[in-house]
C-alpha cells in the first residue's frame, strides 16, 4: 500500500512527479491510494501519478487520487493490468490521463477538468492513449448503474483521443470540450462507445497581454466524434452528440478551423484522412454530420 499521503511538492522541488513506480522486478501487487498533490505549478508533462512497466497479471490498483493546477494526472509506460478508479483532477495544464503503449486498463468513478489555454496538441486532452489495447474506460462493475462513470471537460484539448489504440469499450462517459472535439477515433479499431454523450461546445476567444487568442489547438477535429485516419470496426451505439463548432458525427478532418477570434471559419490544411470501414452507428442522435449514410439528422430531444 502507497499511501494515503498529502504531498506538498514534487520530485524535483519545481517539477517532476509525486508518486513514481518503476516496475522492473515487481512481481507483487500494490495499490496507490489517498493521494493528493497539494502543490502547482509544475511543467505541463509532469505526471502526478507514473507507472513505469508495472506488468503484473495479479493487477495494481491507483485509487482516490486529486490534484488541482498540476500537470499530467496520471501516466503508465508500457504497463498493464491497471485499475483506475475515483480520481480528481482539476484545472490541469496536461492530460489527466496518459496511456502510453499499456494494456488492460479500467478506468471508472472519475472526473478530469482542464484549463489550460493553447497547448501542444495531446498535452492537454482528457484521457490520451496512444499505441495501446483492452481499456475499459467505464463498464466495469464498480460504476454507478445507470449513470456517468467518467466525464471529461476540457477547454483545450480533446475529451478522449484513441490512437493507434484497439479493444477499446467507452460507456456511460461525458465528454465535453470547447475548441476541439468531445471523442476522436485516430486510427482505432474495435472500439464500442456506447450510452454516452459527446460535443465540441463552442470555442472560446480570450485576451492575454491585450492580444485576442484562441484558446485550444490549432485543429480541424471540431465535434461530437470524430473517426479518423482508417479508424475501423467500431461500433457506436446509444449515445448523444452535439456540436457548435464543426460536426456532430465527422470522417476524417473538418478541412476548417473555426477560429473564435476571427468570428468564422477558416480553411485548415491538410485536413485528416476519413474513417476506414465496418463502422456503424445504432441508436445514436446527431445535429450535423458529414457521413452521408447517416443523413439525415436525428436530433437529439
Known amino acids: 500500500m502507497i499511501g494515503p499521503w498529502a504531498i506538498t511538492a514534487p520530485s524535483g522541488g519545481s517539477s517532476g512527479w509525486a508518486v513514481r513506480v518503476d516496475g522492473g522486478g515487481i512481481t507483487s501487487t500494490f495499490t496507490i491510494t489517498?493521494?493528493?498533490?497539494?502543490?502547482?505549478?509544475?511543467?505541463?508533462?509532469?505526471?502526478?501519478?507514473?507507472?513505469?512497466?508495472?506488468?503484473n497479471p495479479s493487477g495494481t490498483t491507483i485509487s482516490n487520487i486529486s490534484a488541482n493546477e498540476d500537470g499530467r494526472g496520471v501516466e503508465l509506460d508500457s504497463s498493464s493490468y491497471v485499475t483506475l478508479d475515483q480520481l480528481s483532477f482539476n484545472k490541469m495544464t496536461g492530460n489527466s490521463v496518459?496511456?502510453?503503449?499499456?494494456?488492460?486498463?479500467?478506468?471508472?468513478?472519475?472526473?478530469?477538468?482542464?484549463?489550460?489555454?493553447?497547448?501542444?496538441?495531446?498535452n492537454a486532452?482528457?484521457?490520451y492513449a496512444l499505441n495501446s489495447s483492452y481499456l475499459s474506460i467505464g463498464g466495469v462493475a464498480a460504476c454507478p448503474k445507470s449513470q456517468i462513470c467518467n466525464s471529461f471537460d476540457y477547454?483545450?484539448?480533446?475529451?478522449?483521443?484513441?490512437?493507434?489504440?484497439?479493444?477499446?469499450?467507452?460507456?456511460?462517459?461525458?465528454?465535453?470540450?470547447?475548441?476541439?472535439?468531445?471523442?476522436?477515433?485516430?486510427?482505432?479499431?474495435?472500439?464500442?462507445?456506447?450510452?454516452?454523450?459527446?460535443?465540441?461546445?463552442?470555442?472560446?476567444?480570450?485576451?492575454?497581454?491585450?492580444?485576442?487568442?484562441?484558446?485550444?489547438?490549432?485543429?480541424?477535429?471540431?465535434?461530437?466524434?470524430?473517426?479518423?485516419?482508417?479508424?475501423?470496426?467500431?461500433?457506436?451505439?446509444?449515445?448523444?452528440?452535439?456540436?457548435n463548432t464543426g460536426v456532430s458525427i465527422g470522417s476524417g478532418g473538418n478541412g476548417f478551423f473555426v477560429n473564435a477570434c476571427a468570428e468564422g471559419n477558416q480553411p485548415f490544411s491538410p485536413a485528416e484522412a476519413p474513417m476506414g470501414t465496418g463502422n456503424t452507428f445504432t441508436n445514436v442522435c446527431y445535429s450535423t454530420t458529414d457521413i452521408a449514410s447517416l443523413e439525415p439528422v436525428q436530433p437529439c430531444q
Open 98 to 122: 496518459f496511456i502510453n503503449g499499456s494494456s488492460h486498463v479500467t478506468m471508472s468513478n472519475s472526473k478530469l477538468k482542464s484549463t489550460a489555454d493553447g497547448q501542444v496538441p495531446h
Open 155 to 243: 477547454n483545450t484539448g480533446f475529451g478522449v483521443y484513441l490512437q493507434n489504440t484497439h479493444d477499446v469499450i467507452i460507456d456511460h462517459a461525458t465528454a465535453n470540450a470547447a475548441d476541439t472535439g468531445g471523442y476522436i477515433l485516430d486510427n482505432a479499431s474495435n472500439v464500442t462507445l456506447e450510452n454516452s454523450t459527446g460535443g465540441g461546445g463552442g470555442p472560446i476567444c480570450i485576451t492575454l497581454n491585450g492580444q485576442r487568442t484562441f484558446t485550444g489547438y490549432y485543429t480541424d477535429l471540431q465535434g461530437g466524434l470524430l473517426l479518423i485516419n482508417g479508424s475501423h470496426n467500431n461500433a457506436i451505439h446509444d449515445d448523444q452528440f452535439a456540436a
Open 125 to 127: 486532452d482528457g484521457l
Open 34 to 55: 489517498g493521494i493528493s498533490a497539494n502543490y502547482s505549478g509544475v511543467p505541463f508533462i509532469d505526471p502526478v501519478i507514473l507507472l513505469v512497466n508495472v506488468n
